[in-house]
Each structure stands twice: as C-alpha cells, then as structure tokens.
C-alpha cells in the first residue's frame, strides 16, 4: 500500500461529498462514487464517456451488505462469495428495491463485488456505504493499472486518486450471474471457469443471452494503435512484411526482438499466464504511446489460465479494425 494518510482522508471525504476518486483494486483501478448518490453516479458516465445504459458494479466491504443491495442471494452465489470473496469475483443478482437505476442502467439486476485489495476494503470500511466503480478508463480503452494511468485517463474529473500501487491481477474482475436459478460465466477473469465450476458444478452458460455487459462490447479495451494478434510462428514474416510496407511498428511478445529487427519498439512479456496478465495492459499503454502505425501481439498458448488474455486480446483488436487505425 503506498496512498498516504491523508491521501485517504480526502478520498473519503470526496466519495462523502459526492466527488469522484481513482480506487485500487487487486484487477484494475476503479473510478468510484457514492452508489446512492444519484447525482455522484451521474459524474462516473459523465467523466467516462460511457453511455448511460452500461451498469456499473457496486463494490462493498463485506459479504453481509449484499442484503442491502440484492433482493435474492442464491445458494450459488453464497457459495462462490465464502469461496473468492474478497476477491476478483463479481456477481450479478437480482437488484433490491431502491438500488439507483443510474447504477444498474435500468435494469433489474445489479453487479457486486467486494475487492481484496488492502485499501479498497479500508476504504469501504470507513466510508460504510457501496462504492460504484467502472474501471477508470475513457470508454472502450485500456484500463488503468497503476495511480498514474487514471491521470491519464481522467485528468482533473477525479477528485482523489488514490494510489495504491500496481494492480496485483491487472485484469478486470470474472462476473458470474446467479439470476433466475442459472449461473452463467458473463466475464472471463483469473478466476476461470473451472474455478467457478468446482464451487457451484457445470455451468449453464455464457453471456450472450444476457443483458448488456459493456464488457462484452466488441470493442472494447483497445489502444489508439491498430492492435494485430498474430500466431507465434507467423510473427517473423508479419513482421518483414509490414516493414517492407514501411510502417512503423510495435511489438508484444513471449520472446525477445530477433537481433537486427529495426525501428520497432519490442516489449517482452512474461511466459505464465499471470503475469502476462499483470502486465498486459501497462505494456499495450507504453507501446501505445510509441505511436508505431501497428501494434502486433504475439498470439499467448491457449488453455484454461490463459481465457481472460485471450478475451481482452480479441477485443483490442477489434476496436482497433472499427476505428481504422
Ligand atoms: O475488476 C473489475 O470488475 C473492475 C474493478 C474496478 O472492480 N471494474 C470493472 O468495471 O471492470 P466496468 O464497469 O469496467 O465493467 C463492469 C462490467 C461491465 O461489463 C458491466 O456491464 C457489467 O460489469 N455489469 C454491471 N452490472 C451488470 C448487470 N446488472 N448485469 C450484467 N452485467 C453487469
Ligand atoms: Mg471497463
């Protein structure tokens, strides 16, 4: 934990005030408000850019506020809460009543989730009431992994950004909806299917029948650089040819630049799936700003711990195609 004394006293009395604040968690940071208050909320869609109908998660301190927030805590859910709470886990249950529809964007379900992150949960504590945080990007970008990134983002629209070091799992949160007897896998994150299935058995589903997880926006988590994944055995001659084209280029991968290859920025990231995941988002940030024409990601191993890189890789690439470049 690096955020000051008083660093957490004014983001408490920012969250009090109706203020925005950069909130670490243990996946990304969050910009968080008062998520009772209607006109706090409002700021969060304001400052991000974020349509009004994308809910967001409400972030708690301990397992028995859910009452306050769900109208049905299921069996299931209880069970994957004792399980992974606090932790990067997020259920959607179905809402309580007087839950603001500026959180759920409308609708009857709402996302909860208490973080393990050391000050989050010092801060819930203190300030008592739930935290509504979507990450603290811009819509559809990267989200932050350290205090720096929601500067960046964000500027002068947060009040406090609190600091609480590197995110330790740099992926956003799994969510798993427990509505109307199913549990559905609705986000991948370090806690995988199989996680969640030795808990509560064989899933019912993904989420694609279910409403609205901005999440699930094609185009999500991109960079302003065109991002290209590429198969490993393919990334040489990927890379000769956009250079013969003369384009500038930008480089993720499992392994270090062949010596000789020119003019490209080259970050090597690490080979377990964790860590990449830890440094995924920091790195596509810091190759981002080399403003190459192309950034080429080396396709990771497939396999169950590698689901969530997999999903964010897709849909950077995806934004990147919608934007042309
Ligand atoms: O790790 C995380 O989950 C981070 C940290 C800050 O906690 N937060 C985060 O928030 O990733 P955001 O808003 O970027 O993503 C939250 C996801 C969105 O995809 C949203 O649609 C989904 O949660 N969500 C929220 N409420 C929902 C609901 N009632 N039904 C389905 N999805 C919901
Ligand atoms: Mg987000």
């Not at 500026?102 to 379900?109: A, H, I, K, S």
């Amino acid at each position: 934990m690096s955020g000051s004394a008083a660093e957490f006293e004014a983001a408490l009395a920012a969250l009090r005030a109706g203020e925005l604040i950069g909130l670490p968690t243990e996946t990304v940071y969050g910009l968080g408000a008062d998520a009772a208050n209607p006109d706090a909320v409002r700021k969060v869609f304001a400052a991000k850019g974020r349509p009004a109908d994308h809910p967001l998660i409400v972030h708690l301190a301990d397992v028995s506020q859910v009452p306050q927030w769900a109208s049905e805590f299921p069996p299931a859910a209880q069970a994957l809460a004792r399980r992974y709470w606090p932790g990067p886990l997020t259920l959607v249950l179905p809402k309580a009543a007087g839950v603001l529809a500026e959180v759920t964007g409308g609708q009857d379900t709402v996302a909860l989730r208490v973080p393990s992150h050391p000050l989050a949960l010092a801060l819930l504590r203190a300030f008592g009431g739930g935290i509504a945080a979507p990450s603290a990007n811009r819509y559809g970008r990267v989200s932050p992994t350290r205090a720096a990134h929601v500067r960046e983002e964000l500027g002068d629209a947060v009040a406090v950004v609190l600091d609480g070091g590197d995110c330790e799992v740099g992926l956003e949160s799994t969510i798993v909806g427990c509505v109307d007897g199913r549990v559905l896998l609705l986000r991948p994150g370090r806690i995988t299917r199989q996680d969640i299935e030795a808990v509560v058995g064989p899933l019912t589903g993904s989420g694609v029948d279910v409403p609205r997880v901005p999440g699930s926006v094609k185009s999500h988590y991109s960079p302003r650089t065109a991002v290209e994944v590429v198969e490993p055995g393919d990334l040489d001659s990927r890379i000769a040819q956009l250079q013969r084209q003369g384009l500038k280029l930008a480089v993720l991968a499992r392994r270090s630049a062949p010596a000789g290859t020119p003019a490209v920025a080259w970050i090597t990231a690490p080979q377990d799936a964790a860590s990449f995941g830890h440094d995924l988002y920091a790195s596509l940030r810091t190759l981002d700003a080399q403003r190459a024409d192309r950034l080429l990601v080396e396709a990771p191993p497939h396999g169950e711990a590698w689901v969530a890189v997999h999903d964010r890789l897709t849909r950077s690439a995806a934004g990147s195609d919608d934007e042309g470049t």
